[in-house]
């Protein structure tokens, strides 16, 4: 059995005499007394001196171990894996470095030894000097943490592998930490991982393209923890498009993809998820907090697996307390959810901005299309056939023009009505308009708040019965 001991170990850039930075690669670590690392050869690791052993071993079938300390490489520093390695980190293993992780290669693995899946960390890259660029890598079990602390350094992430991370390296397969842009993780699959695929904070600008990857069924330690769960700061944008986001099919608090901005300071960069198809989770797609979100073209579909309604379940979902979110929602197919989309805001009279919210109008239709949206609530029952497509808990008027609600008829208002839920049902909500008629601009007038009746052309009513007129200047359903 290999003897592990435990080393703290900085390597130098080079000699005394330079600052001038190196590139090691594992080889080359294996050759430094005190580093702890050891490289396979036939077969057989390799030992170092600092074993204390003086014969190979075999051990778990060949690669390179990194030993359970932190590995600390010199600010400045650079490591490269090179094609066909295959690293493993042992017990609480982790490579610290302040330079150029590069693993731009056909085939290279970094993963855990046999008796470490649960607990071996990774790499954490920081400071003003960190830079990553990966392709074709496999990480299993491993994560990597990412903060160049506001430098031009960033992430590049193509066509890699992410299996069954273990979460002991952060909320998050790929964690950006600090202030960044450039990012970019690209055709990349992430599969069974305790928590998220790709986070930063709530107070790290960080500007990043998640485009064409596919992440299946990752939260499997049931946290609150989305795939995506980016936070919103500073001023870079970022885009998500084009992904596959499943679930696990099991009651869960996991989502699809999430963006918040819940620690203050200002937001001014645009969130587009746009393309993605977000299938299997407790929910769909959400904005949290005040921030600039276009939503278009995506499958939302069965986002349904959570213990109560109450806690989640939307397709799509916008929650802004405080007021002060943009939101364009376009051509998606939302389906088999517990709501559709559920916007969440400041009511009436308060004194907090209002949310914007724009899901179609006359000249700008929504294109969204619903279908079995519904809980297993008394009010939005699918058993019953009571089902909501949108939810405006909030004071802010909503158009919601141009789109194919899930009724028989789309010109049944009544019909369309009763999937919605807004001011005709809470006084103290904000309407959503859903069809755009002739008459309607001249009934908003003062003629209209005369106390008196009028259809949808703009004409008096005597004696209203069951249908949609307006009355007071607001739309209003007598049933």
Request: overall charge negative; hydrophobic content about 40%.
């Amino acid at each position: 059995m290999l003897m592990k001991k435990v080393f703290t170990f900085i390597l130098m850039a080079a000699a005394a005499c330079t600052l001038q930075a190196k590139v090691y690669t594992f080889a080359d670590l294996s050759q430094i007394e005190g580093s702890g690392v050891t490289v396979a050869s036939d077969g057989a690791y390799v030992l170092t001196m600092s074993t204390g052993l003086t014969e190979p071993m075999s051990l778990d079938g060949g690669g390179i171990i990194v030993s359970k300390s932190d590995l600390t490489l010199a600010d400045g520093n650079g490591l490269k894996i090179n094609d066909g390695e295959v690293i493993k980190f042992s017990d609480k293993a982790r490579i610290v470095m302040n330079g150029l992780l590069e693993a731009d290669v056909q085939d290279a693995t970094i993963t855990a030894t046999d008796d470490a899946t649960g607990t071996a960390l990774g790499i954490r890259l920081f400071g003003a000097q960190s830079k990553a660029v990966l392709k074709n890598l496999t990480m299993k079990y491993v994560g990597i943490t990412f903060g160049p602390d506001g430098s031009d350094g960033n992430l590049v992430a193509d066509g890699c592998t992410f299996d069954s991370f273990n979460g002991k390296m952060g909320t998050s397969n790929i964690n950006f930490t600090s202030e960044s842009h450039g990012n970019v993780v690209n055709n990349c699959t992430f599969t069974n991982g305790q928590v998220a695929c790709v986070a930063c904070g709530s107070n790290v600008p960080c500007g990043i393209d998640i485009t064409n990857c596919v992440m299946d069924k990752n939260g499997v330690s049931g946290r609150l923890t989305p795939a995506i769960n980016m936070g919103l700061y500073g001023s870079y944008d970022i885009n998500i498009e084009n992904n596959v986001v499943t679930g696990r099919a099991v009651v869960t608090r996991t989502g699809g993809i999430a963006v918040s901005h819940l620690m203050g300071g200002e937001f001014t960069g645009t969130v587009t998820i746009k393309g993605n198809t977000v299938t299997d989770n407790s929910y769909g797609i959400t904005l949290t907090g005040p921030g600039k979100v276009i939503i278009e073209n995506n499958v939302v579909k069965n986002n349904r697996y959570i213990a109560s309604a109450m806690n989640g379940g939307s397709g799509i979902n916008i929650t802004a307390n405080t007021g002060g979110a943009i939101a364009r929602i376009r051509g998606n197919e939302i389906e088999g959810n517990m709501w559709g989309i559920t916007l969440i805001g400041p009511k009436a009279g308060s004194e907090l901005p209002l949310i914007e919210v724009d899901l179609g109008t006359a000249t700008d239709p929504g294109l969204n299309t619903f279908k079995d949206n519904g809980n297993d609530g008394t009010n939005y029952s699918i058993e019953a056939g009571n089902l909501c497509d949108l939810y405006n808990n909030s004071g802010s008027e909503v158009y919601a023009v141009g789109n194919t609600w899930n009724v028989a008829d789309q010109e049944d208002l009544d019909a369309i009505e009763a999937v919605i839920y807004n001011m005709n049902d809470d006084e103290s909500l904000g309407e959503v308009i859903f069809a755009q008629e002739t008459g309607i601009a001249e009934v908003k007038t003062a003629a209209a708040t005369d106390g008196r009746y009028y259809d949808l052309m703009g004409r008096p009513v005597a004696n209203p019965t069951a249908g949609i007129y307006i009355h007071q200047g607001k739309k209003l359903i007598v049933r």
